[in-house]
């Protein structure tokens, strides 16, 4: 197993098979691109259906135990079955998805050996649900939902992005997947540093304080050093509304913990999210090559805060010096977005108690 110069080994791969998505959510750092008709072939420049094999076996080789494809939507892929049958049975393999096209698909998906599904559902609401995502699909994704866990894919995570226009409906969602067997909640907090708008971020304590306080156990999860809420049940029963939250800004604990590197649907090895000067090309795609563009990505591979990114006297965060001259084999990746786009037209959810949406569903803040 490859390990990087602060101890980490790798042991995840997160692999993004397209950058298009037939939402444009009002969070994410890269609009809805592209033609979003339905499951297609590869577009150009997207990494073709045997390259994203060989780059699995690669990381296979080397010890990677799970694979989840992402995107964008990685159900545009019509090749999405393929890759999945195909992938090295060493592997778990995952997907995070928005969840429309599952209903036709998730049963073959879990023939070809799919074993669990992430599905982004933000909000509760469909009217609300269109405003986040700027599609009509709400039911649909509830729809999906529903095939994934027939097709045997349980359990199903639901992941909400927690900021400013979310946030009071965190109550809501934790008791949703309470009641519903075959759910769990993922609470992503809102990162600025990828999305920009600073002023949507909530204090992800306080999600923490509440959890805190309505659950029955608190445990941590290895990757990340994530925290784990057991509304009900218990780890030994594994039932019971499990809540899990994902904190990483500010959180050296979260990048210490950190085991995995991404592949970007163009071709290139990524070992932080957070970063866009240490994109490494995979060459001519060939084995050889993936593997040393795996090789090399690890091997200058640092925590992200903590590290790349350090304390200043006063607290605050400021770039490492030392990673000031960084710099990948191509240019950082822009995802400029339209100041006048519907994003701006966001507003909080929950009319007049959203406010400044108290994130554990408390009285709002001014």
């Known amino acids: 197993m490859l390990e990087d110069d602060f101890g980490r080994e790798l042991a995840g ?29 590869p577009a150009e420049g997207e990494l073709s259906t045997d390259a994203v094999v060989r ?3 690669v990381a296979a080789d080397h010890g990677v135990e799970a694979v989840k494809f992402t995107g964008g939507e990685p159900m545009l892929r019509a090749d999405l079955a393929e890759i999945v049958r ?31 599904v992430n599905v982004s559902q933000d909000a509760l609401d ?27 894919l349980a359990p199903v995570k639901l992941n909400m992005v927690v900021f400013e226009h979310t946030a009071g409906y965190v109550p809501e969602m934790v008791e949703h997947v309470a009641e519903n067997d075959g759910l769990r909640l993922q609470l992503i907090e809102y990162m600025p540093e990828l999305a920009g708008r600073p002023e949507w971020a909530v204090d992800i304590d ?18 990340h050093d994530r925290t784990r809420y057991w509304i009900e049940g218990t780890p030994e029963d594994d039932k019971g509304g499990l809540v899990e ?35 490494r090309s995979l060459g001519d795609r060939s084995k050889e090559a993936i593997e040393d563009a795996l090789r090399d990505t690890v091997s200058q591979r640092v925590p992200y805060y903590g590290e790349y990114m350090i304390q200043d006297e006063d ?17 950082p990746y822009e995802y400029k977005r339209d100041e006048s786009s519907a994003s701006d037209e966001a507003t909080p959810v929950q009319g007049e108690e959203a406010g400044k949406a108290a994130p554990d569903g408390g009285e709002v803040e001014d």
């Open 206 to 223: 306080r999600v923490h304080d509440w959890l805190a306080e309505q659950a029955g156990d608190v445990t941590a999860r290895e990757m």
């Open 86 to 116: 195909r992938t090295p049975e060493e592997l778990e393999v995952s997907l995070t998805t928005n969840g429309t096209f599952l209903p036709d698909r998730a049963a073959d998906l879990a023939d070809a050996g799919l074993e669990r």
């Open 245 to 279: 939250v994902v904190d990483p800004v500010g959180n050296t604990d979260f990048c210490e913990n950190c085991h995995r590197v991404r592949v970007t649907h163009d071709g290139y090895l990524k070992g932080c999210l957070n970063r866009n000067d240490d994109l």
């Open 315 to 331: 607290g605050g965060w400021v770039p490492n010096p030392e990673y000031a001259d960084s710099e990948g084999d191509r240019a």
């Open 55 to 57: 780059v699995l076996e």
């Open 126 to 152: 469909p009217e609300d649900f269109a405003t986040l995502t700027q599609s009509g699909a709400y039911d649909r994704v509830l729809e999906g939902v529903e095939a994934a866990l027939e097709a045997g």
């Open 13 to 41: 791969l997160r692999v993004s098979l397209t950058d298009r998505c037939n939402f444009d959510c009002v969070y994410c750092h890269n609009e809805g691109l592209g033609d979003t008709r339905g499951p297609m072939a």
